[in-house]
């Protein structure tokens, strides 16, 4: 089974699902980290999870631009990362210092990985494409704990209170990831007509909102076994047989979700270029070459004596596309 993605609407009610299914190019990235120390097990399953989830996000708003999920804090995970492309392309990385407690299911709540003390975040941003000169990318940022500062120990919880808090959109996520797959489901509740994003909250009285939280109740009842285990027809039909579903067109093979990385080697030595001659020069005498690896992809950046050269020589002649005669 590849990658894919499904979106569906249940039919005359304002409620909307998207379920994703990260297999192919989930296992890329764990690949890609074989190279280097692998991640412990509950941070692959927190970075499936990111994966999953900020997939979900970028189809679900269709922005062009990166959305990047981010949580930090001050546990063994400093910070984790995910960044989804218009294109549904994704790459994810972590930064761990020290030791990620043994567990015997591989799980760890975000207290024990990321937010020990309790200042742990969330950040959501949204970067667009072509941003203009001094543009900011637009960033909410939520903390790990809900309304009574109690913890939030899954990412799907601290999501639902950011898609809340800063949408005014009630949403049910349900995220779950091992090694061979990365996997949501999302339920969302759409603004009436003319209600507008503050939504006045008058559905309970007219009785809209029980349709929203009856779903969600469905969707909740899918365990993690059976989101990571079943195929997309089963899981649909197990949680909404009673429901009238339309399902869209998936997005598989060409359009699926898939793996991508987006350095390269001229970002690589632009940011050498922002270094400085001197702090290059001094790894060079150093350890004779620049040795520069990608977090999100394996990938390694040589720069030896001579490219340097070129990376502070070229300044004039590497704007993208431009070509050069040996
Ligand atoms: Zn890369």
Not at 289 to 311: A, M, R, S, T
Request: charged share 25%; net charge negative.
């Amino acid at each position: 089974m590849s990658d894919e993605l499904h979106k569906f609407l249940f039919e005359g009610l304002p409620v909307r699902g998207m379920l994703v299914r990260l297999t192919d190019s989930w296992r890329e990235v764990l690949r890609r980290r074989e190279g280097s120390e692998p991640f412990p097990t509950p941070v692959r399953q927190l970075l499936g999870e990111m994966a999953a989830a900020g997939v979900l996000m970028q189809a679900n708003i269709k922005f062009n631009g990166a959305v990047i999920l981010q949580i930090m804090g001050d546990g063994p995970v400093k910070l984790a990362v995910a960044e989804v492309q218009p294109d549904l392309a994704f790459r994810t990385t972590a930064k761990v210092v020290g030791d990620v407690p043994a567990t015997d299911n591989g799980h760890l709540p975000l207290e024990v990985l990321v937010n020990v003390g309790g200042k742990g975040r969330c950040a959501i941003t949204l970067d667009p494409k072509d941003r203009l000169p001094g543009q900011q990318p637009y960033q909410g940022v939520v903390p790990l704990h809900g309304d009574q500062r109690e913890p939030l120990q899954a990412l799907s919880q601290v999501l639902e209170h950011y898609m809340l808090q800063s949408e005014q959109l009630d949403t049910k996520l349900i995220l779950a990831a091992d090694d061979d797959i990365a996997a949501g489901l999302l339920i969302q509740r759409l603004p009436l007509e003319g209600e507008g994003n503050l939504g006045t909250r008058n559905e309970d009285e007219i009785g809209l909102s029980e349709h929203y939280n009856r779903i969600a109740h469905l969707a909740s009842t899918l365990t993690r076994e059976e989101l990571l285990g079943l195929d997309v027809d089963t899981i649909l039909r197990r949680l909404f047989w009673e429901e009238d579903l339309r399902r869209f067109e998936p997005l598989k093979d060409l359009t699926a979700p898939r793996f991508a990385c987006t350095c390269s080697r001229e970002r690589v030595a632009g940011m050498l270029r922002n270094l400085g001659r001197e702090e290059i020069d001094s790894i060079i005498a150093e350890q004779g070459q620049v040795d520069i690896g990608c977090d999100f992809c394996g990938l390694h950046y040589h720069f030896d004596p001579v490219d340097v050269g070129e990376v502070f020589t070229d300044e004039v002649d590497h704007a993208p596309g431009s070509t050069r005669l040996q």
